[in-house]
C-alpha cells in the first residue's frame, strides 16, 4: 500500500521559513518524480516544484524560483520542501505527489492528474 505523508505545515509570518516533508511508503522510489502542489481555497491545484527520483532532477514554478528547494534523503525515502522568504500568496494547503518517471517529462510533470498516489496535505499560513 502506497503512503505519502506530508508534515512541517504551518503559521508564519511574511518573510519567515518552513520546511515541509514527505514521507514515501510503499513505492519504489526510484520509479518515480516527487510533486508538491499546492490548493488555496477557490483556487486549483498547482505545481510547486518536481523532483525526478533518479538522477536528481528538480523543477520549479516561476512563482517559486529561488525561494524554494525541493531535495531528497535516500535513507528516509522523503522528499523535503524548504520554503524561505514566504508570502501570503503562499498560503495553501501543500500536498506531497508521485508519479511515474517514465512518462512524467517537460510540462506533463506540472499536471497534477499526471500523478498516481497523493498525500493528504499539510496547510500552510503566512500572515502579513
Known amino acids: 500500500q502506497v503512503q505519502l505523508v506530508e508534515s512541517g505545515g504551518g503559521l508564519v509570518q511574511a518573510g519567515g521559513s518552513l520546511r515541509l516533508s514527505c514521507a514515501a511508503s510503499?513505492?519504489?522510489?526510484?520509479?518515480?518524480?516527487m510533486g508538491w502542489f499546492r490548493q488555496a481555497p477557490g483556487k486549483e491545484r498547482e505545481f510547486v516544484a518536481a523532483?525526478?527520483?533518479?538522477?536528481?532532477?528538480?523543477y520549479y514554478a516561476d512563482s517559486v524560483k529561488g525561494r524554494f528547494t525541493i531535495s531528497r534523503d535516500f535513507a528516509k525515502n522523503a522528499v523535503y520542501l524548504q520554503m524561505n522568504s514566504l508570502k501570503p500568496e503562499d498560503s495553501a494547503v501543500y500536498y506531497c505527489?508521485?508519479?511515474?518517471?517514465?512518462?512524467?517529462?517537460?510540462?506533463?510533470?506540472?499536471?497534477?492528474?499526471?500523478?498516481?498516489?497523493w498525500g493528504q496535505g499539510t496547510q500552510v499560513t503566512i500572515s502579513s
Open positions: 523532483l525526478r527520483w533518479s538522477g536528481g532532477s528538480t
Open positions: 510503499g513505492l519504489t522510489v526510484s520509479n518515480y518524480i
Open positions: 505527489a508521485a508519479g511515474p518517471a517514465l512518462i512524467l517529462a517537460g510540462s506533463t510533470l506540472r499536471i497534477p492528474n499526471r500523478y498516481n498516489y
